[in-house]
């Protein structure tokens, strides 16, 4: 039982983007901060089985698939292109690493303490710390739920954590897998699902709705899905899954209504669950909701007083830079009383090739809510950047309230479209019409000029198309 009591101002229970940018931005404010991690990594899902280790297998299989097919188009020639798959992935883990280690020395400029282990609570304001059968207990005046999430799965599929299983497997087979299944067409299966094809898997993509990116504008999803296929991804989409099983040397997919499917490798992207279990919370009389998120009002409290919960583990999209943004509003609030995140512009993006990026509302959603709007569309084969990278497919879309011309949202598909997003980000943050970007000096070539003449193709003035 516990043997030492240690008292903060705030403990942060998980270590991810929405924890420690929670511990940092709190200990920046003059609070004593302690950060509870279960793994000996910092970073959580996003650095150690997220964000991070697929970016960097997509930068690398993206430099795999440019030097097999498009370098001699640029008058680069090579010899015989050959993978070297355990650099590829050692190149992933010395990142990862890096950057968990970065975490580390900011924990220690801002005293905050690191504590290792698993956090639960015992009451209000009194948490258990409990690492290999030691356990020690720890209080707060306020105490922030920042555990994340973990991979869902489906009724009928054996997940075997080797074979049969989630991005996290996905992210280190030891080889290429010769088929390869991805149940769902979200970002994190079009992702993974793109760096195995690109290092030279056959890749089906099983998706139970009739679209792939469910959450994304239809329009550019669509235009996404055929630039996918033309790369080698397979797409069946409108297929129900009904269970999936290792069957001697390969996996089978069963589908309703359909063939089973065959596979060496068979990755789960399905969606994430909420990490509430073996927190406690029963213990201060918290329950999650239906869908196992922990519900919280506006300032990220919970109905307990002091205890409050931020990113995966609530509602709403389940994103890093969502997380940070709450835990920075979250531990303001507490300290300032002030603090707020804007929901209406939180960018989203799908880092396939080319990349797909969204900020604030689609076409579809402004059609149900039945608000008014007008439309323009630039297409990046107009674009000379785009046309000097040889990447000149996909488009830029502002939609644009028809009254005030107020930019309602922007959707992009097209080379590095996760960085373009940020001006229109920006620009829906400040409240900007699309009158405001189109009469914003964009320097040339630059793929942002799509972006301009976007703005423009809303007031029917584009100049180059
Ligand atoms: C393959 C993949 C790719 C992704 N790519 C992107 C992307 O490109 N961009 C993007 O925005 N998002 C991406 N995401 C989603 C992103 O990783 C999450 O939205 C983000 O990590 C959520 O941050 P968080 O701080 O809420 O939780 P997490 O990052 O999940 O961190 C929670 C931490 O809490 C710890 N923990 C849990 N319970 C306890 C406990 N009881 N005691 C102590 N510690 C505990 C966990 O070990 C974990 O480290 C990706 C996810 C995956 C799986």
């Known amino acids: 039982m516990p043997n030492s009591t240690q008292h903060f101002d705030l403990l942060v229970i998980g270590a991810g983007p929405g924890g420690y940018t929670a511990a940092i931005r ?5 609070l004593s901060v302690g950060c509870i991690e279960k793994e000996p990594a910092l970073g959580g899902t996003c650095l150690r089985i997220g964000c991070i280790p697929s970016k960097a297998l997509l930068e690398s299989s993206e430099l795999y698939w440019e030097a097999k097919q498009s370098l001699a188009a640029h008058g680069v020639r090579l010899g015989q292109v050959d993978l070297d798959l355990p650099t590829m992935l050692g190149r992933k883990e010395q990142i990862v690493q890096g950057l968990a280690r970065g975490i580390g020395e900011l924990f220690k400029k801002h005293k905050i303490a690191r504590l290792e282990g698993l956090a639960s609570f015992i009451a209000p304001g009194r948490l258990r710390l409990s690492r290999t059968g030691e356990e020690t207990e720890l209080s707060a005046d306020h105490i922030l739920i920042a555990t994340g ?3 869902r799965s489906l009724p009928g599929v054996e997940l075997d954590s080797d074979r049969i299983g989630t991005s996290t497997e996905a992210l280190s087979y030891g080889a290429v897998p010769k088929r390869m299944v991805v149940i769902g067409a979200g970002a994190i299966g079009l992702e993974l699902g793109s760096v195995w094809r ?5 890749v089906t993509v099983l998706e139970y709705f009739d679209r792939i990116l ?10 996404a899905q055929k630039i996918l296929a033309k790369q080698g991804l397979e797409f069946r989409l409108g297929t129900r899954v009904l269970g999936a099983r290792v069957a001697g040397d390969h996996c089978v997919v069963e589908c309703a209504d359909a063939a089973p499917v065959e596979a060496d490798r068979v990755l789960v992207a399905v969606g994430r669950a909420p990490n509430t279990e073996g927190l406690g919370l029963e213990a201060i009389g918290l329950k999650p909701n239906d869908r196992d998120q922990i519900e919280v009002n506006e300032h990220f409290e ?11 583990v609530i509602r709403g999209p389940m994103l890093a830079h969502k997380a940070e943004e709450e835990g920075v509003a979250c531990v303001e609030r507490i300290v300032t009383g002030y603090g707020h995140v804007n929901y209406d512009c939180i960018p989203n993006v799908v880092y396939t090739q080319p990349e797909i990026a969204s900020v604030g509302r689609t076409e579809e959603q402004l059609k149900q809510q039945g608000i008014k709007y007008r439309k323009g569309v630039f297409q990046f084969r107009a ?7 040889g990447h000149s497919e996909g488009q830029v879309k502002m939609l644009a309230d028809a009254e005030t011309d107020r930019i309602l949202g922007v959707h992009i598909l097209g080379l590095h479209a996760g960085e373009l997003i940020a001006e229109a980000a920006a620009a829906m943050s400040f409240g900007a019409s699309s009158e405001d970007v189109a009469r914003t000096c964009h320097a040339h070539p630059t793929l ?6 976007a703005a423009l193709a809303v007031d029917g003035r584009t100049i180059n198309s």
């Open 302 to 312: 919970t109905s307990v007083p002091g205890v409050y919960a931020i990113g995966d």
């Open 448 to 453: 942002a000029e799509a972006i301009k003449e």
């Open 214 to 223: 469910p959450e994304m504008d239809a329009g550019i999803a669509a235009e």
């Open 26 to 30: 709190a200990a920046q404010l003059g």
């Open 198 to 202: 690109r290092l030279g898997a056959k």
């Open 149 to 151: 999430s973990r991979s």
């Open 383 to 389: 674009n000379s950047r785009a046309r000097a990278a």
